[in-house]
């Protein structure tokens, strides 16, 4: 019997759960602030936005949107950075990446202040989360943590294999899931496009964890019995749909459900919760910078 895990249902409960938290921060006059900034006319990058505004609407949190036309010279975007980083009604600031080509995206991350630094990828909150005190948890990585969670999987002692090494979600999921408990204690392997025979190395592991971006990488054969799949893929692929395309992820759904005890889908799997994680951090920013005590 494989179960099915509802990421929608998952990431409204931690949303639900953040009502207390937002009335605590409110009630003392501090209402949570979460600028978006986007500079880039990719259709992907503005849903992404609208979705994270119309999150930050939902549970009571400002949302403050800042669009720079991606024709304007960097320094716009660097200047707005500075402003929101010396506004006190801003506790968040997510700047959407991609940036465009003319903008120096490390100097961007670079440049928002740490404390504000809700997805979590400043060098400095990179090298905390290294040494295992984190100060934001990006929000995908620590979205996967709450769904192993609300799943029952604890991580302790098993064999993680992650797929991917990027900087937003194969790098970090690595070092929080090895760390030390709570949530953490695997032993953990980092898979990429150069690994020889990922297959052998999936089939080795107790959960694996899918963002490679490569649709449907990771197929039934690829996996032990009873293994937990965490899909973490997005990919837009031609399809006889309305729209001419679906979203599939890097997992083959259809097989992987043969084999594993625990899958998340694409889409409703880790999405929606990287949004909820999202306002996790913005709350717990506001209450750090304000020195309003909350419980998350
Ligand atoms: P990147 O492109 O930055 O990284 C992909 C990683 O996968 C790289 O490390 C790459 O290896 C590795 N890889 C690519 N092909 C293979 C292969 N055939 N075998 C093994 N490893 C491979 O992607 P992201 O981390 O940004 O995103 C990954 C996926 O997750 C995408 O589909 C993205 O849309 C999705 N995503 C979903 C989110 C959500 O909230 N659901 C949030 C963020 C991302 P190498 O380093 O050698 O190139």
Do not use: W
Request: glycine residues 8%.
């Amino acid at each position: 019997m494989t179960t099915v895990l509802d990421g929608d249902a998952v990431a409204s409960d931690i949303r639900d759960s953040l009502t207390d938290s937002i009335d605590t921060l409110t009630t003392a006059g501090v209402t949570p602030g979460l600028a978006t900034v986007l500079m880039s006319t990719d259709p992907s990058s503005e849903t992404y936005v609208s979705m994270k505004q119309r999150d930050c609407e939902e549970v009571g949190i400002n949302g403050i949107h800042v669009e720079i036309d991606a024709d304007a010279p960097a320094t716009e975007l660097y200047e707005t950075i500075e402003d929101l980083n010396d506004d006190p009604a801003v506790h968040g600031i997510l700047v959407q990446l991609p940036v465009p080509e003319h903008v120096d995206e490390r100097r961007v991350v670079r440049s928002i202040d740490p404390e504000k630094d809700v997805d979590g990828f400043h060098p400095e909150n990179v090298g905390r989360l290294v040494r295992g005190q984190p100060r934001f948890k990006p929000c995908t990585p620590h979205g996967v943590q709450k769904l192993l969670d609300a799943a029952g999987v604890d991580p302790d002692g098993k064999e993680v294999v992650i797929v991917g090494r990027s900087e937003i979600v194969g790098k970090p999921l690595a070092n929080l899931l090895m760390q030390k408990a709570p949530d953490g204690n695997a032993t953990v392997t980092v898979c990429h496009s150069h690994t020889a025979d990922l297959a052998a190395k999936t089939r080795a592991a107790d959960i694996v964890i899918a963002a490679a971006g490569v649709p449907e990488l990771i197929d039934g054969s690829m996996l032990s019995e009873g293994a937990t799949v965490i899909d973490v893929g997005v990919n837009s692929v031609d399809a006889d749909t309305e729209k001419g395309y679906e979203l599939v992820g890097d997992v083959d759904f259809e097989s992987a459900t043969e084999k594993a005890s625990v899958i998340t889908p694409v889409p409703g799997g880790v999405g929606p919760m990287t949004r909820a994680m999202l306002l996790y951090n913005t709350v717990k920013a506001a209450s750090a910078q304000t020195g309003v005590e909350i419980e998350l």
